[in-house]
Nanobody, 123 residues
Framework: QVQLVESGGGSVQTGGSLRLSCAAS????????MGWFRQAPGKEREFVSA????????YYADAVKGRFTISRDSVKNTVYLQMNSLKPEDTAVYYC????????????????WGQGTQVTVSS
């Protein structure tokens, strides 16, 4: 069973940057597509970004395109989300997840989830 642990969240001001990490224990993540989702208070969990098992393909929600960058380190069994030019609307709990089957942007396509890390952006 894959266990995912996110870290790197925190509080920043508008325009700041954070780098989230998602470390896996158990089976390697190298054969999985990985994704990041976020959930703001009172809102549904939404897709943020995904990366193919090879790292050769990346996907982003329109709201973060050009500001966030997803990457993975197969040696460290870790996936990252570099977040730049943060805005107050990026405030949410961020979750990483390993993909099972289906469209990369659907929550239901992911099988294993981390516990989440809080990101707060103040104006």
């Amino acid at each position: 069973q894959v266990q995912l642990v996110e870290s790197g969240g925190g509080s920043v001001q508008t325009g700041g940057s954070l780098r989230l990490s998602c470390a896996a224990s158990g089976p390697t993540l190298n054969s999985y597509r990985m994704g990041w989702f976020r959930q703001a208070p009172g809102k549904e969990r939404e897709f943020v970004s995904a990366i193919s098992w090879s790292g050769g393909s990346t996907y982003y929600a329109d709201a973060v395109k050009g500001r966030f960058t997803i990457s993975r380190d197969s040696v460290k069994n870790t996936v990252y989300l570099q977040m730049n030019s943060l805005k107050p609307e990026d405030t949410a709990v961020y979750y990483c997840a390993s993909h099972g089957a289906g469209s990369y942007y659907l929550r239901s396509s992911y099988y294993y989830w981390g516990q989440g890390t809080q990101v707060t952006v103040s104006s």
